[in-house]
């Protein structure tokens, strides 16, 4: 259970962050599912990312899964949403 604790807060911080991020942005080419699914794969790259560059050894695992996932899910949302938006025009 100990190991999935991680994933599960880099899924669901990511998903806060790739909504906070479509709402900040105004985005309308992507639905509130498609945004919380993209943020929610963001989120696990991110909080995977942030742990390979050595995040970890300055915060403590579980606050660096949470920020890694923010930032993940937000970039990863608004990158869908910018692809949806060309392609809508």
Not at 1 to 7: H, N, Q, S, Y
Not at 41 to 54: C, D, E, F, K, S
Not at 66 to 74: E, F, K, Q, R
């Amino acid at each position: 259970m100990e190991a999935l604790l991680p994933l599960v807060i880099q899924l669901i911080a990511g998903a806060i962050g790739g909504n906070a991020a479509s709402v900040a942005l105004k985005q309308q080419a992507i639905n509130v599912v498609a945004r919380t699914i993209a943020g929610a794969i963001g989120g696990i790259a991110g909080g995977m990312l942030l742990g390979m560059v050595g995040g970890e050894a300055a915060m403590t695992g579980l606050i660096a899964d949470g920020i890694g996932g923010l930032i993940g899910g937000g970039i990863l949302s608004t990158l869908a949403g910018l692809v949806m938006a060309r392609a809508h025009r």
